[in-house]
């Protein structure tokens, strides 16, 4: 099994200065640093290839460890880009990972695998009551979608001979990823007028995303929250350095 990981992630202070790096991924959360825990966990699930795109500190931190590294862009959807043809676009999945989720175990990554649709592109997603319960008291996060709350994971997985066909589409909702009717609109217009009018559900990003790449489409239910973590502000990293 392959996979990839995106570490050319910046951070600015107060973030930078409490982790001691202007590099996410390579900030140290108990003892590790995040971009260790995401190695760690991916070779514990089963892989056995490894890329990560990233610069010069992050080659230095991983090189030894990993099977390639992938020198970084400027750009952010650039290095999504990089990432996707990081391996040969073949029969076999890619495992698609960031490098920002402090509380990510092998046995997670495993289960998401277990759960994927043969063929289909995937993300894990976990339940938002599920969340704070492994997390009391941490930064709030989710999305609402038709009633329902739910918090993204930090792994995707792209069945073989996918990453051609998700390229252009991964790039636009990489640079909408911040704003959920951007990316909506992305998608379909009749996607952002039901997330406007809050019937926006899971199942309806899937057709949408289905219609869009021509692949099938899956969102990962009941995840571990551990996959839906991601320390991508200074409260989610003091939180993380501070709760086990």
């Known amino acids: 099994m392959k996979a990839v990981i995106t570490a050319g992630g910046r951070i600015g202070a107060p973030y930078a200065t409490q982790a001691g790096t202007a590099i996410k991924a390579l900030a140290t959360v108990r003892g590790a640093t995040m971009l260790d825990r995401i190695v760690d966990a991916l070779r514990g699930a089963g892989v056995t290839r490894i890329a990560v795109v990233g610069g010069p500190e992050v080659r230095a931190a991983c090189a030894h460890r990993v099977e390639q590294i992938v020198d970084e862009s400027p750009s952010g959807a650039e290095n ?13 999945p890619l495992l698609y990972a960031t490098s920002d989720l402090p509380y990510v175990t092998a046995a997670a990554i495993a289960d998401f695998l277990q759960r994927v649709p043969l ?8 339940e938002h009551a599920d ?10 996060c989710g999305i609402d979608l038709a009633r329902e709350r739910v918090v993204n994971g930090g792994i995707f997985s792209l069945p073989g001979t996918s990453r051609t066909a998700v390229a252009d589409l991964a790039t636009r909702l990489f640079e909408a990823r911040k704003a959920p009717w951007r990316m909506a609109t992305l998608v379909s217009p009749l996607a952002m007028l039901r997330l406007a009018a809050g019937r926006l559900s899971i199942g309806h990003i899937e057709r949408e995303a289905y219609r869009a790449v021509k692949r099938p489409a899956a969102a990962v239910r009941g995840c571990a929250p551990e996959l839906a973590f991601d320390a991508d502000t200074v409260a989610e990293y003091r939180y993380a350095c501070e709760n086990a």
């Open 80 to 92: 999504v880009l990089r990432a996707l043809r990081a391996w040969p676009d073949d029969d076999e």
């Open 119 to 126: 063929g289909s592109i995937a993300m894990a997603v976990s």
């Open 131 to 140: 969340y704070d319960a492994r997390f009391p008291g941490a930064p709030p």
